[in-house]
């Protein structure tokens, strides 16, 4: 009897499968989840140990959880750091590659497998983190608003993920050693972190952070009717921060993000700032997203090319 040609579906979940068992076994991964839920519980207990040394109550804060929002620049980036570093370069170092690219299944779909299984991988991960915060913010904080904004969250941190992983997965394929790709990563992560920072606080040319994966420039938020002062309410504008963004978009559709640079040299006492000008928070978040994904996209398609052209004996 002819033996059935395994279907693209089956082909493909046997990719995910494939993947998802190894970033179970990574032991790094699993380190990385216990750490993100140890920073999580010091975040949600720190603050009731400080008042009960103090023995001061704890107030009840409605949008303690809301206001949390976002994983975090530096923790996203170390998801998508230990979820695909190796991915593809892992596959070359070990001689995994040759028994993978040999078999009847195509190279474009072992990368979609490669990426749907990160993809599930951090959803669970985020997803996991998230109704733990909303656990411990119910019992700490009393009932909780705008829980319903949570799935947003979950997928505003995805996306920014996303970003980093797709420079991983880049890097991992064009150099294919898992230590180089590493390293790249983390100067890259570094220098438009620190370099986003001295831009924003330091010149005027804070617009050009807005097409670079990270932070982003530094703005203000001025919601109309209130007062904005600049030593509150500030927000990162970059494609880290989407899941912030988000949130304040919904709850204030009509805010505009106000950049501002320190004037050196200006007044004697206090800080000198200069407004620089203005954005409405709409045109800020869409064009995070957008710049997101243009990466996303692009650095996946040279990630596909690399993979397709890769010599299996390499």
């Given at each position: ?100 690219l040999t078999k009847p299944i195509s190279r474009t779909l072992i990368l979609v497998g490669k990426v749907v299984a990160a993809f599930i991988t951090i959803s669970a991960a985020y997803t996991l983190l998230y109704v ?112 912030k963004m988000i949130i304040q978009y919904i709850l204030h559709p009509s805010a505009n993000v106000t950049y501002i640079k320190v004037e050196l040299g200006g007044r004697p006492q206090g800080i000198p700032l200069k ?40």
């Amino acid at each position: 009897m002819r033996r059935r040609k395994p279907r693209i579906v089956e082909q493909l979940w046997a990719v995910v499968r494939y993947e998802l068992l190894w970033n179970i076994r990574k032991k790094k991964f699993i380190g990385m989840l216990m750490a993100a839920f140890a920073i999580t519980t010091l975040t949600l207990a720190l603050p009731v140990i400080l008042r009960n040394m103090s023995n001061m109550p704890i107030e009840s804060n409605p949008d303690y959880v809301i206001s949390s929002s976002g994983i975090g620049g530096l923790m996203i980036f170390l998801f998508a750091l230990v979820t695909v570093m190796n991915s593809i370069s892992g596959e070359f170092e070990s001689g995994t590659i040759v028994p993978l690219l040999t078999k009847p299944i195509s190279r474009t779909l072992i990368l979609v497998g490669k990426v749907v299984a990160a993809f599930i991988t951090i959803s669970a991960a985020y997803t996991l983190l998230y109704v733990y915060i909303v656990i411990g913010g119910i019992a700490i904080y009393g009932p909780q608003n705008n829980l319903n904004l949570i799935p947003l969250c979950v997928l505003g941190d995805l996306l920014s993920t996303f970003v980093w992983m797709s420079i991983i997965l880049a890097i991992g394929s064009l150099t294919k050693n898992t230590v180089l790709t590493a390293v790249t990563a983390v100067i890259i992560f570094l220098a438009m972190n620190m370099g986003a920072s001295i831009i924003s606080v330091f010149t005027e040319s804070a617009w050009i952070l807005h097409y670079f994966p990270g932070n982003g420039a530094t703005g203000y938020l001025k919601i109309p009717g209130q007062t904005t002062t600049y030593t509150v309410g500030g927000i990162s504008t970059g494609t880290d921060n989407i899941t912030k963004m988000i949130i304040q978009y919904i709850l204030h559709p009509s805010a505009n993000v106000t950049y501002i640079k320190v004037e050196l040299g200006g007044r004697p006492q206090g800080i000198p700032l200069k407004e620089i000008y203005s954005e409405q928070l709409s045109l800020v978040l869409f064009r995070s997203i957008a710049v997101a994904i243009a990466y996303i996209s692009a650095l996946i398609f040279l990630t596909w090319y690399a993979l397709k052209r890769a010599q299996i004996l390499e």
